[in-house]
């Protein structure tokens, strides 16, 4: 079995870092079901970039934050949530999983706005 080497070192990971990821599906509130929340430390770096939706929407994208591992390894894509970083929350916009050429995760990207 090949080794592969971490992408997002711990060590390098000192903020800490609170994600909500939530389903699309409303609960009997109105509000949307939660299906996972984390806790930990990550890797975050401000960051100032505009994007034009195909709707004609202006997204500004704020921040990224990258974390060692995969935070939701029963979730094949995190669709949308909350991040609480830095004391602030912020709406996770984009959520990646970048995989090894094995299909493992290597680290998880979660860009905020």
Known sequence: MT???NLILPQFCNTDITVIIES???NENGTPKTLLEWSGKCNYQDKAKRVWTTDKVLVEIT??????GDIAPKMNII???VVR??????ELVLGTKARNPDGTVNYTQLELR
């Open 3 to 5: 080794k592969w080497p």
């Open 24 to 26: 699309e599906e409303l």
């Open 63 to 68: 921040g990224i934050c990258l974390i060692p």
């Open 79 to 81: 669709p949308k949530g």
């Open 85 to 90: 970083v830095l004391g602030v929350d912020r």
